[in-house]
């Protein structure tokens, strides 16, 4: 041991433990401030695949759709094509977004893992 008395330790213990609360504090801050910031760009993906998603939607079924039915193919065929493949695109960017957005993607991995370095080395000072 380092030499010190039982309850100079614990002295020692107990004028550490605000500073440590409050450094854990902002550290827990600065990671909550970063995972909101990254489900805002999650949310943002998720919102620009809607908006892109309905915007083809209102473009292509009118163009490609014509398109299609001047090559001679029926109109309902030519309609299911463009919805298939413009559900495509909207769903692989909603799909992105879902990703981004995941609940362990948000966990303050930073913040557990320091709380519990702590713990040891509290656990380790006292044995």
Same mark, same amino acid.
């Given at each position: 041991?380092?030499?010190?008395?039982? +309850?100079?330790?614990?002295?020692?213990?107990?004028?550490?433990?605000?500073?440590?609360? %409050?450094?854990?504090?902002?550290?827990?801050?600065?990671?909550?401030?970063?995972?909101?910031?990254?489900?805002?760009?999650? !949310?943002?993906? $998720?919102? !620009?695949?809607? !908006?892109?998603?309905?915007?083809?939607?209102? $473009?292509?079924?009118?163009? !490609?759709?014509?398109?299609?039915?001047?090559?001679?193919?029926?109109?309902?065929?030519?309609?299911?094509?463009?919805?298939?493949?413009?559900?495509?695109?909207?769903?692989?960017?909603?799909?992105?977004? $879902?990703?981004?957005?995941?609940?362990?993607?948000?966990? +303050?991995?930073?913040?557990?893992?320091?709380? %519990?370095?702590?713990?040891?080395?509290?656990?380790?000072?006292? %044995?």
């Amino acid at each position: 041991m380092s030499g010190k008395s039982i +309850p100079e330790l614990f002295s020692e213990l107990v004028d550490h433990l605000p500073r440590l609360f %409050r450094k854990e504090m902002q550290l827990a801050k600065a990671e909550a401030t970063e995972k909101v910031q990254q489900a805002t760009g999650a !949310i943002v993906y $998720m919102a !620009i695949g809607g !908006i892109v998603l309905l915007a083809a939607l209102i $473009m292509l079924l009118h163009a !490609i759709v014509a398109w299609l039915v001047v090559f001679g193919i029926d109109v309902e065929w030519s309609t299911l094509v463009v919805a298939v493949v413009v559900g495509v695109l909207g769903a692989a960017l909603l799909q992105k977004g $879902m990703s981004d957005i995941k609940a362990s993607n948000l966990k +303050p991995n930073r913040t557990v893992e320091q709380l %519990r370095n702590d713990a040891h080395a509290t656990k380790e000072q006292f %044995r």
